[in-house]
């Protein structure tokens, strides 16, 4: 059966200086999986989503998105960027917005919504999310765990094709972190696509249809969440692995 891609990278290479970070990456993520990167600190896995959601600039290779290649100069980022969502492990979210705002915003301006239609969406969002009761609360008002309700709120407000998840509960207070997952648990039986970093292997070995470990900017391993988690190949897979049994 032909396999439908949302994501084609081919030959990706993103160097900071002389420091190269992504050496060669290939990696196709299909529509509707859940993909897991899993992988040490600063082996990529933050640069690799920023240069899908193109919060950075690849430095040689390709990313094809429905087959059309989004580091070309007339490639229209704007739009891309309201298909992708991204949450982050720090939140990101504005601090001088109310959580209704924050998830307003963007409907308003970038998708050119009303802000009667915008402010709907938003608060059926936030009701999702179980942020209903906290529509007016600033971030600052707000726990980790109720700040990234926000933003998984405010990314779900866009209608994504495709949410990337940076680590989104690694700066929670640990009893905050099982809503959160419970929350992306959830969208991943949308059908939603998901790419997501994260340490929280039992939860990636429960929800993901694909894993992929990177080790030094590069993919050492990928393949089903059974296969990366009960039988890995790769030496530096099954050492990175067993600091979490
Ligand atoms: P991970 O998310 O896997 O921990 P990162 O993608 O954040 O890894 O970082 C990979 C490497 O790239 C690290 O060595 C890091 O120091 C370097 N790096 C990341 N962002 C920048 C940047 N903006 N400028 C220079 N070096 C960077
Ligand atoms: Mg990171």
């Not at 970038?110 to 609360?137: D, F, I, R, T, W």
Request: aromatic residues 6%; proline residues 4%.
């Amino acid at each position: 059966m032909e396999k439908d891609n949302i994501l084609t990278i081919q030959h990706l290479k993103k160097s900071f200086g002389q420091h190269e970070v992504l050496k060669d990456i290939d990696l196709q993520v299909q529509r509707g999986e859940v993909m897991t990167i899993i992988g040490s600190s600063g082996s990529g896995k933050s640069t690799l989503l920023r240069c899908l959601n193109l919060l950075d600039d690849a430095t040689a290779g390709e990313i094809l998105y429905n087959g059309q290649n989004i580091l070309d100069p007339n490639f229209n980022r704007i739009q891309y960027r309201a298909k992708v969502g991204m949450v982050f492990q720090q939140f990101n979210l504005f601090n001088n917005l109310n959580a209704l705002e924050n998830c307003v915003v963007a409907q308003t301006t970038v998708l050119k919504k009303s802000p009667a239609e915008a402010e709907k969406n938003a608060l059926a969002q936030l009701e999702k999310v179980g942020m209903g009761p906290y529509v007016k609360a600033k971030p600052a008002q707000l726990s980790g765990g109720q700040k990234q309700r926000v933003a998984i709120a405010r990314t779900l407000a866009m209608s994504p094709d495709m949410i990337l998840f940076d680590e989104p509960t690694s700066a929670l207070d640990p009893e905050m972190v099982d809503g959160i997952l419970d929350i992306m648990k959830d969208l991943a039986h949308t059908g939603l696509t998901m790419i997501l970093v994260t340490h929280e292997m039992g939860f990636a070995r429960d929800i993901s249809d694909h894993v992929v470990f990177m080790d030094q900017g590069v993919i050492a391993e990928q393949g089903s969440a059974e296969q990366i988690f009960s039988s890995p190949k790769n030496p530096r897979t099954q050492e990175f692995l067993q600091r979490y049994l």
